[in-house]
């Protein structure tokens, strides 16, 4: 991921690749600010104090927001029936058969989903790289989906979730008690039960912000290439950013995330012209990294991220409820 100081730099990285003169205009005149967050140490979550940005935990929310679910499956029949026969034809059945029975007595009904992070934006809305497409205050949580792994397709949304409110009263919000099961029956970690409760070991890891501008991928693929350079040298653990340009780890999303939203997620129409066009109209909102404490939660994710986005003009009525989302790994 690729990270500019300023955009002086953003036209030196493009000097150093020797792109035309076109090309680097575009590149320094869409850029934008962005914030991109360093991990600090993992700590007891209830050590932090309520409405901290954080990874992992519990979340801080208003008494009226609802927790999010994922809806009930569209085929939840043929699902069950395919993760059997995955569970027939595949090695260690015995030890994951306890795990795979418990995502099929959810797939008919709304599941609660698990919470990744939070970020108070009235904090952050004060630093340089803040995107002022953004609201300047409340607080923005994500959310995703812990039996995605195992479905065959996507959902709508990608399996995942944004909230905002600016709504006062935040309180602690202990995780809903299947999500809980969830984790400890293996579901993050291909079946494997866990040896130890959840409340076992429930932490976070601060988010410290570091202002920068990001460039565009959506306009060549030189645009993501990485300066060693030119970039912060972000921690291990580190990558997560709000606001500005999605910084691929592969290649562009846009078209990907329009297509999920169609519910369209196994097409490969994804780098079609007119996919890529409409897909314009997504705009990044938040990158979970997921080398972090998030192993708990993000199935198997281990070298990768999850990108989420809003369409622009529901970003501008402050409807983060109808995100969408994409993961892309190493």
Not at 130 to 148: E, Y
Not at 228 to 254: N, S, V, Y
Not at 296 to 305: E, I, K, S, V
Request: net charge negative; aromatic share 8%.
């Amino acid at each position: 991921m690729t990270a500019f100081a300023d955009l002086l730099s953003i036209q030196r990285a493009c000097n150093t690749l020797n792109l035309d003169t076109a090309l680097s205009r575009a590149l320094v005149n869409t850029a934008l600010p962005t914030i991109w967050f360093r991990h600090d140490d993992p700590v007891t979550d209830a050590a932090l104090s309520v409405g901290v940005s954080k990874v992992g935990g519990e979340p801080d929310l208003p008494p009226g927001i609802i927790w999010p679910t994922r809806p009930a499956l569209a085929d939840p029949d043929g699902t069950a029936k395919r993760l059997r026969t995955s569970l027939t034809n595949g090695a260690g059945a015995d030890e994951t058969e306890p795990c795979v029975e418990f995502v099929i007595e959810h797939l008919a009904h709304e599941t609660p989903m698990a919470f990744l992070a939070q970020v108070n934006l009235s904090v952050i809305a004060r630093e340089p790289g803040f995107d002022p497409s953004l609201p300047d205050r409340g607080m923005l949580w994500a959310f995703n989906d812990p039996f995605a792994d195992w479905y065959p397709t996507q959902s709508p949304s990608g399996g995942i979730a944004l909230l905002w409110s600016d709504a006062g009263g935040l309180e602690r919000r202990p995780t809903p008690q299947v999500v809980r099961e969830a984790w400890q029956k293996g579901v993050s970690d291909y079946g494997s039960r866990m040896s130890e409760p959840w409340e076992a070991d429930v932490k976070s890891e601060p988010l410290i912000p570091v202002s920068g501008w990001s460039i565009s991928p959506r306009l060549s693929r030189h645009a993501y290439i990485d300066l060693a350079d030119e970039r912060f040298e972000m921690k291990e653990g580190g990558g997560d950013q709000l606001g500005g340009w999605e910084q691929p780890i592969q290649q562009r999303m846009h078209g990907n995330v329009e297509l999920i939203s169609m519910g369209k997620a196994d097409s490969e129409l994804a780098h079609a012209e007119g996919v890529l066009s409409a897909g314009e109209r997504w705009r990044h909102v938040l990158t979970i990294n997921a080398e972090t404490y998030l192993w708990r939660l993000m199935p198997t994710w281990g070298d990768g991220a999850m990108f989420m986005f809003v369409d622009e003009k529901e970003l501008e009525a402050r409807r983060f409820d109808k995100a969408a989302g994409t993961s892309q790994f190493t």
